[in-house]
């Protein structure tokens, strides 16, 4: 059984940067694809970015080049670092780890507004 916890969303700026952090627990880590997708308000829910567990990564359009995703196995935590931020960036954020199943975080709060 594995369970994510997010962690680090909350208000900034357009232009700003903010981190998130997923923690996970209760099984294997390094060998794993893990990412992160996102929900903003009346949409579906969007993929955002992965890191394969060779440490290669993927990153949709609409983030590329602004979002960086990032792992540690031995803190079996992953990260997903976000510059230049947008208002359009605003959505709750899960972070997901691919085993057989997958296993999804609770989602966290990011606030893109002046």
């Known amino acids: 059984q594995v369970q994510l916890v997010e962690s680090g969303g909350g208000l900034v700026q357009p232009g700003g940067s903010l981190s998130v952090s997923c923690a996970a627990s209760?099984?294997?880590?390094?060998?794993?694809?893990l990412g992160w997708y996102r929900q903003a308000p009346g949409k579906q829910r969007e993929w955002v970015a992965t890191?394969?567990?060779?440490?290669?990564?993927l990153y949709a359009d609409s983030v590329k080049g602004r979002f960086a995703i990032s792992r540690d196995n031995g803190k079996k935590t992953a990260y997903l670092q976000m510059n230049t931020l947008k208002p359009e960036d605003t959505a709750v954020y899960y972070c997901?780890?691919?085993?057989?199943?997958?296993?999804w975080g609770q989602g966290i709060q990011v606030t893109v507004s002046p």
């Open positions: 890191i394969t567990s060779a440490g290669g990564t």
């Open positions: 997901y780890l691919a085993q057989a199943r997958t296993y």
């Open positions: 209760g099984s294997a880590f390094s060998i794993y694809n």
